[in-house]
């Protein structure tokens, strides 16, 4: 008989490529409350949610990671449940970690069916997100819905779920219309609103078009939000008074549609002495240089022998070693190389993902 953690306890829902597929969480991928309970009578009543962030271990590259993001909870009428502590937002998830987040709960009976997650001026790309509740009922949200909605993502290789599913990271950054990385593009979210119900496959009866799962109920992205929850300006401590939020509409004007023109995304300078190879063949080099939306470290897939040069969004050929008879990418000395030239990469870190 399996063990209870190789056991899948919930099936969530995500779209990949063109598709509505499935990966089943496992029990391991959820936040356990006794572990955390530090007011027991208080707490008991409580949810937490475990937010993950790509995307690799303590190696992988340090913008990814960034402060604990803010929650906000309302039921399926639309009204305010509870939040997390926004004190806490000090506190950073690790690249390639996770962090279980108490979100209060104001009242009997309040199912917190949509969650805010509110992001910083340090962006994270998020690759997955697990709800438990107080009744020990469970939610799961994959970050690959940021690429299959038009947002910013990257690859990640934590491991989600009973089928060796490496979810994409969806990037979440307060500050992406300031930083200078995303003056033309606007497809870097602040915050997104996600009708958890809406991702978890209880029954045969779901959804199957893609476009679904992209907006309201189910989803909102937001370009910026009113909260007053930046760790930097100390203006908010604790748990936020329910009249200082409010639930989001598609007609709101801070709402972000799916994006369709194509632009180039700049990407931050912090990326270019990163690397980043994979061995693993859903980790195409090709689909991220050609996809808009991409964006983080340069990346090689051996699958492919391919290179994908993420400052120019052009995909190169590795080199075989033999003669030249075309550009390719030099992995042995981290060189694009054509017949006239060879440009170096002067990378400092390379992270394998095998």
Same mark, same amino acid.
């Given at each position: 008989? +399996?063990?209870?953690?190789?056991?899948?306890?919930?099936?969530?829902l995500g779209v990949f490529g063109s598709m509505v597929g499935f990966t089943g969480f496992l029990?391991? !991928?959820?936040?356990?409350?006794?572990?955390?309970?530090?007011?027991?009578?208080?707490?008991?009543?409580?949810?937490?949610?475990?937010? +993950? %962030?790509?995307?690799?271990?303590?190696?992988?590259?340090?913008?990814?990671?960034?402060?604990?993001?803010? $929650? %906000?909870?309302?039921? !399926?009428?639309?009204?305010?449940?509870?939040?997390?502590?926004?004190?806490?937002?000090?506190?950073?998830?690790?690249?390639?970690?996770?962090?279980?987040?108490?979100?209060?709960?104001?009242?009997?009976?309040?199912?917190? /069916?949509?969650?805010?997650?509110?992001?910083?001026?340090?962006?994270?790309?998020?690759?997955?997100?697990?709800?438990?509740?107080?009744?020990?009922?469970?939610?799961?949200?994959?970050?690959?819905?940021?690429?299959?909605?038009?947002?910013?993502?990257?690859?990640?290789?934590?491991?989600?779920?009973?089928?060796?599913?490496?979810?994409?990271? /969806?990037?979440?950054?307060?500050?992406?219309?300031?930083?200078?990385?995303?003056?033309?593009?606007?497809?870097?979210?602040?915050?997104?609103?996600?009708?958890?119900?809406?991702?978890?496959?209880?029954?045969?009866?779901?959804?199957?078009?893609?476009?679904?799962?992209?907006?309201?109920?189910?989803?909102?992205?937001?370009?910026?939000?009113?909260?007053?929850?930046?760790?930097?300006?100390?203006?908010?401590?604790?748990?936020?008074?329910?009249?200082?939020?409010?639930?989001?509409?598609?007609?709101?004007?801070?709402?972000?549609?799916?994006?369709?023109?194509?632009?180039?995304?700049?990407?931050?300078?912090?990326?270019?002495?990163? $690397?980043? /190879?994979?061995?693993?063949?859903?980790?195409?080099?090709?689909?991220?240089?050609?996809?808009?939306?991409?964006?983080?470290?340069?990346?090689?897939?051996?699958?492919?022998?391919?290179?994908?040069?993420?400052?120019?969004?052009?995909?190169?050929?590795?080199?075989?070693?033999?003669?030249?008879?075309?550009?390719?990418?030099?992995?042995?000395?981290?060189?694009?190389?054509?017949?006239? !030239?060879?440009?170096?990469?002067?990378?400092?870190?390379?992270?394998?993902?095998?």
């Amino acid at each position: 008989m +399996a063990s209870s953690v190789g056991k899948a306890v919930l099936t969530v829902l995500g779209v990949f490529g063109s598709m509505v597929g499935f990966t089943g969480f496992l029990p391991n !991928e959820f936040p356990n409350k006794e572990t955390h309970m530090v007011d027991g009578q208080q707490q008991a009543r409580d949810s937490m949610v475990r937010v +993950a %962030v790509a995307l690799n271990g303590g190696e992988g590259p340090t913008e990814a990671d960034g402060p604990l993001p803010a $929650l %906000v909870a309302f039921d !399926e009428d639309k009204k305010y449940v509870g939040a997390s502590d926004w004190g806490r937002e000090f506190a950073e998830i690790e690249s390639g970690g996770y962090a279980d987040i108490w979100v209060s709960r104001k009242g009997p009976g309040r199912q917190p /069916t949509y969650l805010q997650v509110l992001a910083h001026d340090d962006g994270i790309c998020i690759a997955y997100i697990s709800h438990l509740w107080r009744d020990g009922t469970r939610r799961g949200w994959l970050g690959d819905m940021g690429q299959a909605c038009g947002k910013r993502w990257y690859y990640s290789n934590i491991v989600v779920g009973d089928d060796d599913h490496r979810p994409s990271c /969806t990037w979440l950054n307060r500050d992406a219309s300031t930083d200078g990385s995303d003056t033309f593009e606007h497809n870097e979210a602040a915050a997104m609103q996600i009708h958890m119900e809406d991702f978890t496959k209880t029954t045969e009866d779901y959804n199957t078009d893609p476009n679904f799962y992209c907006q309201e109920p189910a989803m909102l992205f937001r370009r910026k939000y009113s909260y007053k929850c930046n760790h930097e300006n100390y203006e908010l401590d604790g748990i936020p008074n329910p009249r200082d939020v409010h639930f989001w509409h598609a007609k709101d004007e801070d709402n972000m549609l799916r994006k369709q023109r194509r632009q180039l995304t700049q990407r931050s300078s912090n990326f270019d002495d990163r $690397l980043i /190879t994979s061995v693993h063949e859903q980790h195409s080099a090709r689909e991220l240089c050609e996809n808009d939306h991409s964006y983080g470290p340069d990346f090689v897939s051996f699958s492919e022998d391919a290179f994908c040069d993420m400052r120019t969004k052009q995909t190169w050929p590795l080199c075989n070693g033999g003669h030249i008879e075309d550009e390719c990418y030099d992995l042995t000395t981290h060189s694009l190389i054509t017949r006239s !030239e060879h440009v170096k990469r002067n990378y400092v870190r390379v992270e394998d993902w095998d």
